[in-house]
């Protein structure tokens, strides 16, 4: 694999530029206004943590928190590459105790901004008391197999360090409990997800909206999740179709998403889980399908009929409305069924 480090021009949602690239793929980034987050704060660069990577985040800090109420910024040093990230943390929520924490990945060629103003996750933490954060890929883009996504996996990035070190790093600022650590992702992110529960022992639930799983997964640890996706998505198709943007893998954006249709990718993670057979429910356009598993760990799908690739719940960005694309389902609101089971599924044992 090519290590050589390229940095692709910056791409900022909604400009000419990017409109040039494919109208389509402002569907994929989720593109949103930017709403300046509230009561901003930055923290100085920092080396990266000690603590071990690719495991479970470490035990809650002690002392008193090291991070400012509200949205603040951070970076750090991981494979010798400066990464960065998000972090907000509710005005309201008591450090007395260990908190739950959110990470929040944004999909290709979003951001950790655009990922924290697009989604909602703040308003969540607010109403449910728990802490998020929102790494920053690489040129908008996650490494999760060799052939996806974009320069980080042309470059050999490693993403799941890096997440790891994230975790740790904030551990080691807030009491963070380990038993309620979850991660969340769009697209990209939501890949990158299913990485993270095969490769770690970090999180407690994964949450994926418009993902899939690249790569086989033989062990996942015992974690729990949530999927939410589109029959109409065209992007990350949910018969398991190669997508629209779909180039196999070659050159300096690669892109190959397989792994065959997403309801096989859950059967076989009940598989593993050794579950129950699910049970089936439908609201109006949206089908859920959730099975019970052993040790409280549980594994459900949402499917919304007719739906693209998108964040449901979402409000419709400026420029998906300047492309006339379609709006964000509205059968349900993703960041609250996601927080909802992850608020239900702590780590067991």
């Given amino acids: 694999m090519n290590r050589r480090t390229r940095r692709a021009a910056t791409v900022r949602c909604a400009t000419p530029a990017v409109l040039a690239i494919a109208g389509v793929l402002t569907v994929l980034i989720g593109c949103d206004a930017v709403r300046p987050p509230r009561r901003e704060t930055a923290t100085p660069t920092a080396p990266a943590p000690t603590a071990p990577t690719r495991s479970a985040a470490a035990s809650p800090a002690p002392h008193s928190p090291a991070v400012a109420v509200g949205s603040s910024a951070h970076s750090m040093t991981v494979d010798g590459r400066n990464r960065t990230f998000r972090l907000y943390r509710p005005a309201t929520l008591p450090m007395s105790a260990p908190v739950p924490l959110v990470v929040m990945l944004h999909g290709a060629l979003g951001s950790a901004r655009q990922a924290e103003t697009a989604y909602g996750w703040n308003t969540a933490a607010d109403r449910h008391e728990f802490v998020v954060a929102y790494p920053n890929g690489l040129d908008r883009f996650w490494a999760v197999s060799a052939g996806c996504c ?81 029959t109409a998505d065209n992007l990350v198709p949910y018969d398991g179709r190669p997508g629209k943007l779909n180039n196999s893998g070659f050159g300096p954006f690669p892109i190959k998403i397989d792994g065959g249709p997403v309801p096989d990718q859950i059967d076989r993670w009940r598989e593993v889980a050794r579950c129950a057979a699910p049970e089936v429910r439908t609201a109006g356009a949206a089908t859920t399908s959730a099975a019970r598993c052993p040790a409280g760990r549980d594994v459900e799908l949402i499917t919304i009929a007719g739906a693209g690739h998108q964040w449901p719940g979402a409000p419709q960005s400026t420029a998906e409305r300047l492309l006339g694309l379609d709006p964000p389902a509205t059968e349900l609101a993703a960041t609250e069924s996601i927080w909802r089971f992850f608020s239900t599924h702590p780590r067991e044992g």
């Fill in 150 to 230: 974009g320069p980080p996996a042309h470059d050999g990035v490693d993403d799941v360090t890096f997440i790891s070190a994230t975790v740790a790093a904030i551990s080691a600022k807030l009491p963070v409990d380990p038993d309620r650590t979850y991660v969340a992702g769009m697209s990209n992110g939501g890949m990158l997800a299913y990485r993270l529960a095969c490769e770690t022992t970090t999180f407690a639930a994964i949450g994926v909206v418009a993902g899939k799983q690249l790569g086989q997964c033989p062990s996942p640890t015992p974690t729990s999740v949530i999927h939410i996706h589109g």
